[in-house]
């Protein structure tokens, strides 16, 4: 079983910035950011496949940065430009089995998953 700790969510006016960060207890091949907003479904935010091969989703990107660092077996998300639509709970996501690039932004991907850290964004 892969453990996932995520950390440095908080809260941040518009316009600010974030960088979360999650560690992971093993090398793991695929890694990634979802976000729950309250109420509304996880959805996928950014994934790293571990071979300096990205995907965003498409209301971050520009604003958003994902990179790792494996030898620390840790995944970050550098956030810019927050605004109040970025308000959620952000679940970092890692899986081993192998899978589809169109894929890895799809919560069915990943089996193992952080217990999130919070991030509000004020206007």
């Known amino acids: 079983q892969v453990q996932l700790v995520e950390s440095g969510g908080g809260s941040v006016q518009a316009g600010g910035s974030l960088t979360l960060s999650c560690v992971a207890s093993e090398y793991i091949v695929h890694m990634a950011w979802f976000r729950q907003p309250a109420g509304k479904e996880r959805e996928g935010v950014a994934a790293h496949n571990g071979a300096d091969s990205t995907t965003y989703a498409d209301s971050v990107k520009g604003r958003f940065t994902i990179s790792r660092d494996n030898a620390r077996n840790s995944l970050y998300l550098q956030m810019n430009s927050l605004q109040p639509e970025d308000t959620a709970v952000y679940y970092c996501?890692?899986?081993?089995?192998?899978?589809?690039?169109?894929?890895?932004?799809?919560?069915?991907?990943?089996?193992?998953w952080g217990r999130g850290t919070r991030v509000t964004v004020s206007s």
């Open positions: 996501a890692a899986d081993r089995r192998p899978t589809f690039w169109s894929r890895l932004l799809q919560k069915k991907t990943y089996n193992f």
